[in-house]
T-cell receptor, first 120, second 111 residues
Framework: DTGVSQNPRHKITKRGQNVTFRCDPISEHNRLYWYRQTLGQGPEFLTYFQNEAQLEKSRLLSDRFSAERPKGSFSTLEIQRTEQGDSAMYLC??????????????????FGSGTRLTVV | KQEVTQIPAALSVPEGENLVLNCSFTDSAIYNLQWFRQDPGKGLTSLLLIQSSQREQTSGRLNASLDKSSGRSTLYIAASQPGDSATYLCAVITGFQKLVFGTGTRLLVSP
């Protein structure tokens, strides 16, 4: 397993179009996260899955955004009716479930290379 | 609301210098802290993870410390090299499986 994989690496779309991104986590990681990063800022949390269940969504995730993780494996993030403000780097991360003595997030998080979205 | 601040925002040093990057957070009730490196236009590469029971972690020329009570972490880079040029991000891990990131320190190491 070579890590967290994201596709596509870059996406340019016209305003109003729908786009979908894919994330393949590390295979033994049951937790998957989506973050968004705008220029000059740190990544911001969007949503989190444990297996196929979406356990938390940020208020940043408007109703134009939807994320899925069918069968608890890969995940997709779809943006409908894109706006110029959606232009950002979309990052996916995964982590194993905390077990034993490891505290919350005790194994850390592994990020993918991201999908750069440009809405023109 | 947890807020993470990184100082300085940018740093330029000649090759060979030792340097310290600072990270502070407003709520000391964190579980762990992770330092990442980000090259321009790329994703995040994990550098060091400090678990709540630890005070520091070392990897090669990197050493990170954590003082939860004062809400601070530092990343020490020894003998800096041009290849260290990147943005360094710290992130605290909250109880809701969320990472809260700072805005990063942009480091430029000149040959």
């Amino acid at each position: 397993d070579t890590g967290v994989s994201q596709n596509p690496r870059h996406k340019i779309t016209k305003r109003g179009q729908n786009v979908t991104f894919r994330c393949d986590p590390i295979s033994e990681h049951n937790r998957l996260y989506w973050y968004r990063q705008t220029l000059g800022q740190g990544p911001e949390f969007l949503t989190y899955f444990q297996n196929e269940a979406q356990l938390e969504k940020s208020r940043l995730l408007s109703d134009r955004f939807s994320a899925e993780r069918p069968k608890g494996s890969f995940s997709t993030l779809e943006i409908q009716r894109t706006e110029q403000g959606d232009s950002a780097m979309y990052l996916c991360a995964s982590s194993p479930e905390d077990r034993g003595v490891a505290s919350v997030g005790g194994y850390g998080y592994t990020f993918g290379s991201g999908t750069r979205l440009t809405v023109v | 609301k947890q807020e993470v601040t990184q100082i300085p925002a940018a740093l330029s040093v000649p090759e060979g210098e030792n340097l310290v990057l600072n990270c502070s957070f407003t709520d000391s009730a964190i579980y762990n802290l992770q330092w990442f490196r980000q090259d321009p236009g790329k994703g995040l590469t994990s550098l060091l993870l400090i678990q709540s029971s630890q005070r520091e972690q070392t990897s090669g020329r990197l050493n990170a410390s954590l003082d939860k009570s004062s809400g601070r972490s530092t990343l020490y880079i020894a003998a800096s090299q041009p290849g260290d040029s990147a943005t360094y991000l710290c992130a605290v891990i909250t109880g809701f499986q969320k990472l809260v990131f700072g805005t990063g320190t942009r480091l430029l190491v000149s040959p």
